[in-house]
């Protein structure tokens, strides 16, 4: 055999391997290897642990999870934002907080305001126009807005390892939901097409409707009330309000995630509980228990390791972090 | 040819027509027309009224709609059934009313203790007991309760016509949905079996529920607390929180779907409108503007008219009704 005849060979053989490896951008490392293991186990038909197509039910948090969620979670940072731009038609924000705060940039004096401020900034922003309306607010946000640190559009900084992850899922027969804390209408702007997941499989917080008839056409007012918070106790409630099966598989980054991963671990059979741990300040953000967003608790990590949870290290697990540009 | 050869060329060729009729209990009246000619409109790829796969969303209404709902709907039937299975643990309902009249089998007495009464069945009815206890309760009743006139399970009163329309859809790439004013937890007990639709696109109204550890094991109870009302204006609202897109296709049968088709014919491009007429005393029942269970008024049928949505009347356009036992 010549050279060139064998080099020609070897390519081949690699690109087909390649080819055959569903999660290129993970290291072969031991999150991967359960990965992999559980989908052969819970697909091979014969297998003790065998679950028929359609109980394969994979649930994954957004923010932290299928995301970036620094310096701040990004809906937040889209509501600041929107004050922002509405700010010149509200001359009393000058003086009136939580507004006040935002507008000079001000992260001290908006902190101080606490709850009430961050949840008068959701109302005003997320509330009080069409369903439609807020769409297009959100959509036209996510062509213009860019993230403080990467300086790219905010449906870029979604995890590369965790698409693939979706993907390889997906061709194994699991049907996969987005739970998350995060709202429902803003998620569905750009999840959809980020995760080819489609709306209705995303889950998340809510607010009340209004069904009106305006001009003689219907239409869906925001209103400032809240239907349902997706996050924390209300993962498991939503799973079952929304979903009506339990997961099978389910991945989270923090202690608003622990009681999906109790209820997916709760169920009979093969099951497989996943967290992300952010440990890589270079490429991304190194954060865990002390942080205020996405906290990682040491409890959380103990309940973990005592149940065979598996936790991936972004550093040393995770080859990529984001898709390329 | 002789006689047989010929005979059995009809037959076969009588077959394959029969086999490539998508709706064989349909009559070839209008409505079947219109369905048809709809779904090959947004289809065909070229055609002006195209709608991508993921675009294609069907919401059907449950009680009257894919199944029948006289003499009352079935599921408070179950809830009748359920106070009657409970009685002899509460000897003080002996003299309480609504539950007096329940075990009483008094109607009159029920119907005077109105929506008040009503609510009071449907929390002891259906919170204070796990999820999965509820499940449980509502699956043995389907296995032993049996409709006062047609004597079979309730399960099997499901429209033999709309089965055929769900499954032709889903055949053209659409998915659908139920969304209905009944509970989704009892309806998902029986409705993806029998419909072919999973858990998750089962909109229905919902309790809230409240996550907890017992014995050391998560469970969901329900709370004698309405979450969301999946009825009139609700099914809109519904369709967004839930489903998160506008249908392109929606079937109802009362004046609780009046918004939901509204909501569907208000999106651009081709809609489908469809509302099921009960006309067949013989076969099912015939009633309407004057009937409490599944109202279909008269301001409704000439709204239909008007703006050329389907109606089916049950009598002539449907060949059968029900499955065969």
Redo the contacts between chains.
Sequence with gaps: MNVKLFVSILFVALGSLHAQDPLPSWNDTAPKKAIVTFVENVTKEGSPDFVPP?ER?ATFDNDGTLWAEQPMYFQFLFAMDRIKALAPQHPEWKTKEPFKSVVAGDMKGLLATGEKGFLQIIARTHAGMT?AGFEQIVRDWFKTARHPRFNRPYNQLVYQPMLELLAYLRANGF?T?VVSGGG??FM?VFA?DAYGI?????VGS?G????E?KNG??V?IKLPEV??IDDK??K??GI??????RPIFAFGNSVGDQ?ML??TA?GGGARFMGLVHHTDAEREWAYGAESKIGTFSDALMAEAKKNGWTVVSMRDDWKTIFPPP
């Design positions: 359609n039910i369903t049907k939901f429902a209408e569905r959809s489609p709306p209705d499989q995303i809510m009340k409707l209004k069904y008839i056409k219907p869906l239907l349902f106790q209300g498991p409630e079952q309000n929304f979903i009506g099966q009681q109790e209820w709760a």
